[in-house]
T-cell receptor
Framework: GQNIDQPTEMTATEGAIVQINCTYQ??????LFWYQQHAGEAPTFLSY????GLEEKGRFSSFLSRSKGYSYLLLKELQMKDSASYLC????????????FGAGTRLFVKA | DTEVTQTPKHLVMGMTNKKSLKCEQH?????MYWYKQKAKKPPELMFV???????INESVPSRFSPECPNSSLLNLHLHALQPEDSALYLC??????????????FGPGTRLLVL
């Protein structure tokens, strides 16, 4: 089966750095995505990792360790607009390449 | 154009009504998805179409009936829904549905309320 764990909520200060962790268990790992979702809106794609290591994209970076079943999303220079839910999603090739979403981490950025 | 559009944005229906949700993309994607999302929960996969054929049905009740008339359109027909079906229904598309790095692009969703 599949299991994705991430913290329910986090709070950070504007201008700071925050790291959102995600651990997963899946039988047919085929890539990991991070999505941002503001309340009442659709998820928007942030990053994709399939090989071990760090992928950097502006203020956002994502890291993957396949042997540990672990990823994190790093947000730098936090802005108020970064307050949102961050969804870790794992692509699983078993059963037809499904993307399974974690419950999401609600990030609150305070002034 | 990286846009997925969905109509309507909001829908209120009674348990005896029949309604349809519509989704459209013009990115040339050949895989389209329906997800259901309850408040403060992750999106849950309902259906996947790949090359206009239903490839995944996540044991969704028959009161939800998907349809893919062509590669750009995806419908979800609703009939005899229950109040617990009230949720945000998200449509997404990706290039093919089979390759590893397949980013899914989501539409804005239809917020459904069943009375």
């Amino acid at each position: 089966g599949q299991n994705i764990d991430q913290p329910t909520e986090m709070t950070a200060t504007e201008g700071a750095i925050v790291q959102i962790n995600c651990t997963y268990q899946t039988s047919g790992f085929n890539g990991l995505f991070w999505y941002q979702q503001h309340a009442g809106e659709a998820p928007t794609f942030l990053s994709y990792n399939v090989l071990d290591g760090l992928e950097e994209k502006g203020r956002f970076s994502s890291f993957l360790s396949r042997s540990k079943g672990y990823s994190y999303l790093l947000l730098k220079e936090l802005q108020m607009k970064d307050s949102a839910s961050y969804l870790c999603a794992v692509r699983d090739r078993t059963g037809g390449f499904k993307t399974i979403f974690g419950a999401g981490t609600r990030l609150f950025v305070k002034a | 154009d990286t846009e997925v559009t969905q109509t309507p944005k909001h829908l209120v229906m009674g348990m005896t009504n029949k309604k349809s949700l519509k989704c459209e993309q013009h990115m040339g994607h050949r895989a389209m998805y329906w997800y259901k999302q309850k408040a403060k929960k992750p999106p849950e996969l309902m259906f996947v179409y790949s090359y206009e054929k239903l490839s995944i049905n996540e044991s969704v009740p028959s009161r939800f009936s998907p349809e893919c008339p062509n590669s750009s359109l995806l419908n979800l027909h609703l009939h005899a829904l229950q109040p617990e079906d009230s949720a945000l229904y998200l449509c997404a598309s990706s290039q093919e549905g089979r390759a590893a790095q397949e980013t899914q692009y989501f539409g804005p969703g239809t917020r459904l309320l069943v009375l």
